[in-house]
C-alpha cells in the first residue's frame, strides 16, 4: 500500500475499483502529465445520491455526497495510473456541478466536501483550482458530479 492509500485507510476510506461510465464515454483521458477524469456523480453503498440542494437537502448532506465524488474521481486516478496512486503529483483543478434549486448559492460549501477530503488525504498534493456551479439537474437525480484534472508522474 502507498502513502496516499495509507493516509485514506488512516482515514477510513478504502477506494473502491473505479466506477464504471454510465454512458459513451471513457472514464479518463491521459494528455502527457494531465490526468482528465470524466464527471463522477454521487453514490455511496446503497446507489445514488439524489436530491436538490435548496430544496430536500442541506449543505451538509450535498458536502457528504460531494465527498462521494472525491472518492471516485482517486479511484478513476488509481485505475489512470496502473493501481499506483503514489504516481498521482497534485489534484490540479475540480469542476462540481450542485443539483440545486435557483435561490441555492452554497454551492461552494457543498463541492467543499471534495476539496477538504483531497486536502486531508494528500496534503499539498491536494490543493487544487476549481469552479463550483448550480445546475438545475443532474443525471439520475444526483444531488453532486464533480470531474478533474490530475498530474501525475
Given at each position: 500500500m502507498g502513502v496516499f492509500e495509507a493516509k485514506l485507510a488512516e482515514m477510513g476510506i478504502t477506494l473502491p475499483e473505479a466506477p464504471a461510465p454510465a454512458a459513451n464515454y471513457v472514464p479518463y483521458v491521459q494528455s502527457g502529465n494531465l490526468v482528465y477524469v470524466s464527471g463522477q456523480i454521487a453514490a455511496g453503498p446503497d446507489?445514488?445520491?439524489?436530491?436538490?440542494?435548496?430544496?430536500?437537502?442541506?449543505?451538509e448532506a450535498g458536502a457528504a455526497a460531494a465527498r462521494t465524488c472525491a472518492i471516485a474521481l482517486l479511484a478513476q486516478v488509481k485505475a489512470a495510473c496502473g493501481g499506483d496512486l503514489d504516481r498521482l503529483v497534485r489534484v490540479v483543478k475540480l469542476t462540481?456541478?450542485?443539483?440545486?434549486?435557483?435561490?441555492?448559492?452554497?454551492?461552494p460549501k457543498v463541492i467543499n466536501g471534495?476539496?477538504?477530503?483531497?486536502?486531508?488525504?494528500?496534503?499539498?498534493?491536494?490543493?487544487?483550482?476549481?469552479?463550483?456551479?448550480?445546475?438545475?439537474?443532474?443525471?439520475?437525480?444526483?444531488?453532486?458530479?464533480?470531474?478533474?484534472?490530475?498530474?501525475?508522474?
Open positions: 446507489g445514488f445520491i439524489t436530491g436538490k440542494l435548496g430544496d430536500d437537502m442541506d449543505a462540481g456541478f450542485v443539483n440545486s434549486t435557483q435561490d441555492f448559492t452554497d454551492q471534495a476539496s477538504d477530503l483531497f486536502g486531508e488525504a494528500l496534503g499539498d498534493a491536494g490543493l487544487h483550482a476549481r469552479a463550483a456551479v448550480s445546475a438545475p439537474s443532474l443525471p439520475f437525480g444526483v444531488a453532486v458530479e464533480i470531474d478533474g484534472v490530475f498530474e501525475v508522474k
